[in-house]
């Protein structure tokens, strides 16, 4: 492997005060829960007639789960339909009242000439009052039987379970031909979002702040490390042992996370709104160093293995001169003397507690550092979402894409790509885009969209180090890392 040799001019580093003042929170227990759970039931009492989902089963908010026998109230709704479409009675009135108007025209015209009595004037008007107030009264009749109509299929919808939630069925507690009176008929659970349940010890309130993130590292995969958000703190605590709670927030689009298992809780007072820079901005130190010349030459690696991952000598720029990313090259300073100065990066490390941890050990050593944190991601998976340009509600296009076969779509939460319908997760690509070729042939139109998980990691960088130095360093920095 080819070396490259530069000469760094300027020494820069300054170790960041900040991080090693920052709070260093205990592990601790915690339990993962679902954000909602929630008992659902029928309005009124009755036999169940039809149950539509079953234990494990995911459900849509609005979506029918159970329906009671309903005969009577179906009885019910068709009576007062007809009785609401009864409008002859109106009909009938309007022609008697058009008639009593114009014989009451007759008789005024008759009264001015003298032609008849002053009661049959008062008999005509009497008629065509009579007639008038009838025609209302009917009206009214009609407007109450529509009312009718409306509390009847009321009634009816009150014997039909709906789901209040996005989510998971956790229980089903009756079957069909059971009696219910006040009793709940299954149990929902929603999985998306998760909450975290943790006690702190009391010494930390005060210090853990909304919006805080933690680690979570669940019983199932204790070594893969989940991102919660603080969302509420006690502030009351537990006097007997001197606790708090806490609970935490977390993401869970596809229900990968299953919820009722322990956890281990690492709380970090980094903010969701915080970034974190790229490269180091430190305070600029200057030392001389000597003069050397520019060259390459051959080098073999001497470090172990385990030593080379934790170690690189840096990709940064020196003396104005950028080395490319993507050239499979090492930067180092040309040795004059036995034992020169070079510049080295140390990392990558999985988390900020390691990272401190090797830069105390640098600085017992008398070597000023600068952190750097650099953001990677990693393809989770594929997302096939409808196309923009709908004019119709969500959940008309759902029942129009299910007329014409579609199954397995949600509405995706606002928070995450804004409440759009989605019709499934895929780990490929290439399901995805089959997934997507079977909605074109069925004329919807769809979108691929690729999610992808971030991650940080951590360097040291170390700009004056001493080559003889680095082997016994990393044998250190290796048993704090491991």
Same mark, same amino acid.
């Given at each position: ?22 709070? =260093? ?23 169940? @007639? ?43 009135? /309007? ?21 008849? $009595? ?27 039987? &529509? *009312? ?9 919808e009150e014997t039909k379970v709906y789901s209040t939630l996005d989510g998971v069925v956790a229980q089903v507690y ?14 929902? %659970? &929603? ?7 943790? %006690?702190?010890?009391? !010494? ?21 490390? *989940?991102?919660?958000?603080?969302? =509420?703190?006690?502030? =009351? ?31 970090? #007072? $980094? ?5 974190? !820079?790229?490269?180091?901005?430190? /305070? ?10 520019? &060259? ?12 080379? @991952?934790?170690? #690189? ?9 950028? %080395? ?5 090259? %090492? ?22 507690? =390691? *990272? ?13 550092? #600068? ?21 119709? #509600? ?47 042939? @069925?004329?919807?139109? $769809? ?7 971030? @991650? ?10 001493? /080559? ?7 044998? &250190? ?6």
């Amino acid at each position: 492997m080819k070396v490259r040799f530069v000469v760094p001019v300027v020494l820069a580093a300054c170790f960041s005060h900040l991080a090693l003042a920052e709070t =260093i929170f205990p592990a601790v227990d915690c339990v993962i829960v679902p954000s909602k759970t929630v008992d659902i039931s029928a309005a009124v009492s009755g036999v169940i @007639k039809t149950l539509y989902a079953e234990r494990s089963g995911v459900v849509r908010n609005g979506e029918l789960l159970a329906e009671l026998d309903s005969r009577v109230e179906q009885a019910n709704v068709e009576l007062s339909r007809v009785r609401a479409a009864m409008s002859a009675e109106i009909s009938a009135e /309007e022609v008697n009242l058009k008639y009593d108007r114009l014989q009451s025209r007759r008789v005024n015209d008759l009264n001015q000439k003298s032609l008849t $009595s002053v009661q049959n004037k008062d008999e005509a008007a009497r008629l065509e009052k009579v007639t008038y107030w009838r025609l209302k009264q009917a009206k009214d009749t009609l407007r109450t039987r &529509q *009312l009718e109509l409306a509390r009847a299929m009321a009634q009816l919808e009150e014997t039909k379970v709906y789901s209040t939630l996005d989510g998971v069925v956790a229980q089903v507690y009756k079957t069909e031909g059971e009696y219910i009176e006040d009793q709940p008929v299954m149990r929902l %659970v &929603q999985l998306n979002p998760l909450h975290i349940e943790a %006690v702190l010890p009391m !010494e930390h309130y005060g210090q853990v702040q909304k919006n805080m993130l933690g680690g979570v590292f669940s019983e199932l995969d204790p070594n893969d490390e *989940l991102q919660a958000k603080v969302i =509420i703190i006690d502030p =009351i605590g537990d006097t007997a042992s001197g606790t708090f709670g806490v609970r935490l927030t977390i993401d869970n689009p596809e229900n990968k996370i299953p919820a009722g298992m322990k956890c281990v809780l690492k709380l970090n #007072s $980094s903010m969701p709104d915080q970034t974190v !820079e790229e490269q180091s901005s430190t /305070e600029i130190v200057s030392a001389p160093l000597p003069a050397v010349n520019i &060259q390459a030459i051959e080098k073999e690696p001497k470090y172990s293995a385990a030593q080379s @991952k934790l170690l #690189s000598q840096e990709k940064l720029p020196v003396a104005n001169n950028l %080395v490319p990313q993507n050239e499979p090259t %090492v930067v180092s300073a040309l040795p004059v003397t036995a034992d020169a100065l070079q510049r080295y990066s140390f990392g990558p490390f999985k988390d900020e507690s =390691i *990272l401190l941890n090797a830069g105390e050990l640098l600085t017992k050593h008398g070597y000023v550092f #600068s952190r750097r944190v650099e953001d990677s991601s990693v393809i989770k998976g594929y997302l096939v979402l409808l196309a923009e340009g709908y004019e119709q #509600s969500k959940r008309q296009l759902m029942m129009e894409f299910g007329q014409r076969g579609v199954s397995g779509m949600m509405i995706l939460p606002r928070r995450s790509y804004n409440g759009r319908l989605s019709f499934g997760a895929y780990n490929g690509p290439e399901m995805a885009n089959n997934r997507q070729e079977s909605l074109t042939q @069925k004329g919807i139109r $769809s979108e691929v969209i690729t999610r992808r998980k971030g @991650k940080a990691i951590f360097w040291l960088d170390v700009d004056a180090i001493a /080559e003889s130095r680095v082997t016994a360093i990393l044998d &250190q920095i290796t048993d704090v890392y491991n």
